[in-house]
C-alpha cells in the first residue's frame, strides 16, 4: 500500500548548522507530497509541497525536491535557527488534502 | 480568515463513557477529515467527509464514527471508550478533493482516557 518512509529521529543540531531530513514513499499513483511542522502543543502547519516530479517547493529556507526517480522528497535547510525545533511530517496525498498519509515525523532539537 | 477550530482543546474521560468531539473547518472548506496522533502509531486517517456524506474510512473500530453538517462542520464520537483511545485527535478541512488541494489543520483535542 501507498506508505512514507522518513529518518528516524530526534535530530540534534546546533543553530546555524545545515538539515537534512530523508523521506522516502511509495505509491500507486502520481501523489502530491508535502511537508508538515508540528510546534509543541500545536497542530500541524504546512511548511510546503510539491505537485509533480522535479518541482521543488521551498518556505522560510527549506526546502525539497520531488524526486521521482528515487521516490524521494528530502527535506534541506541550509542554516537552522532554534525556533525551528519541532516535528517535521513528509506527507503523501494521491487524492488531494482527504486523506493524506503522513510519515513518523522527526523530531528536531536545534541548540543555541 | 478563521483557521480550523477544534473543540475542546482538552478532555478527559473515564473507560467505557463516550465523547463527541467537534471541528468547524475554514469557511468554505467543505472536505474535513480526522486524524488520530498517538506516540507509537503517528498520525493515522480516520474518515473523511464531503457534502455530508462520508467518503473514505480507515482501519479503524466501528466505536468511531462521525458525521459532518449542513455547514460543513463536522462531529466525531468514540463510544465505549479504551485507554488506548489515548491521543490527539486532529481535523483538517480543505476546500476541496482535486489532487492538489492543500488541507489546514486545527490545533486538535487532546483525549485522555482513565
Known amino acids: 500500500g501507498d506508505s512514507v518512509t522518513q529518518m528516524e529521529g530526534p535530530v540534534t543540531l546546533s543553530e546555524e548548522a545545515f538539515l537534512t531530513i530523508n523521506c522516502t514513499y511509495t505509491a500507486t499513483g502520481y501523489p502530491s507530497l508535502f511537508w508538515y511542522v508540528q510546534y509543541p502543543g500545536e497542530g500541524l502547519q504546512l511548511l510546503l509541497k510539491a505537485t509533480k516530479a522535479d518541482d521543488k517547493g521551498s518556505n522560510k529556507g527549506f526546502e525539497a525536491t520531488y524526486r521521482k526517480e528515487t521516490t524521494s522528497f528530502h527535506l534541506e535547510k541550509g542554516s537552522v535557527q532554534v525556533s525551528d525545533s519541532a516535528v517535521y511530517f513528509c506527507?503523501?496525498?494521491?487524492?488531494?488534502?482527504?486523506?493524506?498519509?503522513f510519515g513518523a515525523g522527526t523530531r528536531l532539537f536545534v541548540k543555541a | 480568515k478563521a483557521g480550523v477550530t477544534q473543540t475542546p482543546r482538552y478532555l478527559i474521560k473515564t473507560r467505557g463513557q463516550q465523547v463527541t468531539l467537534s471541528c468547524s473547518p475554514i469557511s468554505g472548506h467543505r472536505s474535513v477529515s480526522w486524524y488520530q496522533q498517538t506516540p507509537g502509531q503517528g498520525l493515522q486517517f480516520l474518515f473523511e467527509y464531503f457534502s455530508e456524506t462520508q467518503r473514505n474510512k480507515g482501519n479503524f473500530p466501528g466505536r468511531f464514527s462521525g458525521r459532518q453538517f449542513s455547514n460543513s462542520r463536522s462531529e466525531m464520537n468514540v463510544s465505549t471508550l479504551e485507554l488506548g483511545d489515548s491521543a490527539l485527535y486532529l481535523c483538517?478541512?480543505?476546500w476541496g478533493r482535486g489532487p492538489n488541494t492543500e488541507a489546514f489543520f486545527g490545533q486538535g483535542t487532546r483525549l485522555t482516557v482513565v
Open positions: 483538517a478541512s480543505s
Open positions: 506527507a503523501l496525498s494521491l487524492m488531494g488534502g482527504f486523506k493524506t498519509i
